[in-house]
């Protein structure tokens, strides 16, 4: 069976998988942002595979992945800006003691 | 023949990659591996014939973004502490392991309207007509200008020492 579009939705979904693991499961915040950049670089596989093998004159799928990486590019800068914020008064990147908004 | 070594070898490689980011308790190796990961994803592009994307991919995401974490990582390292599990792993194990499932199910259930024409190649001239053209993305091109500059604008605020 040759490489097809199941292949590449199956690959991106691992991926993804992967990062929401990682995300919901590290104690540290730059690790939660390294594991949100493998989750959007899936759903960009995704994207990517359907306008190749469903219509591949359009590239409109193309154009989405653009859009998701200028967001993604300044999701990595206000999320960073934020952690140096916090890490500046708090001292601490551990997002279980970053519980203010809980008390 | 030569594609589908190529899709096989960028998946097993991209997959490790990105499950030694999420299992090393090391933050920067972490990082190194995304960086590895971004390279295999740039190589799934060009198998999907989506040129510009890959280089795109290469610029924006390996250049800039992995500089940007790993800035982010020097600047605010627990190297004794690394990153460490917190105590909702095996749920979230179960809620990732319950998502592959779903995933896979509703990839092999769906009848994909599977087009037999070949793609466009190169890309480029295509996309810029999408992007500006008539009839195209152009309002926005300006609305992600607006965002992104919104974006370093609120980093700078927020980074800013009183």
Redesign the interface.
């Known amino acids: 069976m ?10 991106s ?10 995300a ?5 915040t ?2 939660i ?3 949100i ?2 989750m959007l ?1 899936a759903v ?2 995704a994207l ?2 359907f ?7 359009m ?2 799928g ?2 989405f ?3 998701i ?10 999320g ?6 916090i ?1 500046r008064r708090k001292g ?5 003691e970053i519980d203010s908004m809980k008390r | 023949m030569a ?2 070594f190529a ?2 070898l960028l ?1 097993i490689v ?2 490790a990659a ?2 030694a ?2 299992l090393l308790r090391d ?1 920067f190796r ?2 190194l591996a ?1 960086v590895l ?2 390279i295999m ?1 740039a190589g ?2 060009v ?4 040129d ?2 890959a280089a ?2 290469i610029l ?2 390996v250049g ?2 992995s500089i ?2 790993i ?3 020097m ?2 390292r ?1 190297v004794q ?6 105590k ?2 095996f ?3 179960l ?3 319950l ?2 499932g779903t ?2 199910f509703a ?2 259930n769906t009848p ?4 037999a ?4 190649e190169p ?1 480029t001239a ?2 810029a007509g ?2 500006f053209g008539e009839n195209g ?1 152009i309002l ?1 091109v300006e609305i ?1 200008a607006v ?2 500059l ?3 604008i ?3 605020v ?2 800013r020492e009183k």
Not at chain 1, 69 to 78: F, G, H, N, T, Y
Not at chain 2, 81 to 86: E, T, W, Y
């Open positions: 040759s490489v097809g579009l199941e292949h590449y939705l199956v690959l979904a691992i991926l993804f998988a992967i990062g929401l693991y990682g919901l499961s590290k104690r540290n730059i690790a942002l390294l594991c950049e493998i670089n960009n596989i990517v595979a306008s190749r093998f469903v219509a591949p004159q590239l409109t193309q154009v992945v653009i859009f990486m200028a967001v993604a590019a300044a999701e990595a800068a206000v960073l800006a934020i952690i140096m914020a890490y601490t990147v551990d997002p279980t | 594609m589908d899709f096989w998946a991209s997959v990105a499950l980011v999420v933050v972490a990082a995304l990961c971004f994803v799934l592009y198998t999907l014939s989506a510009f994307l795109v991919q924006v995401y800039a973004i940007l974490l800035l982010g990582i600047l605010t627990d502490r690394g990153s460490p599990p917190n909702l792993r749920p979230a194990l809620v990732a392991l998502f592959i995933a896979i990839v092999f994909w309207g599977i087009s024409g070949a793609p466009v890309t295509t996309l999408k992007l993305y926005t992600a965002l992104l919104a974006a370093i609120g980093a700078i927020l980074v």
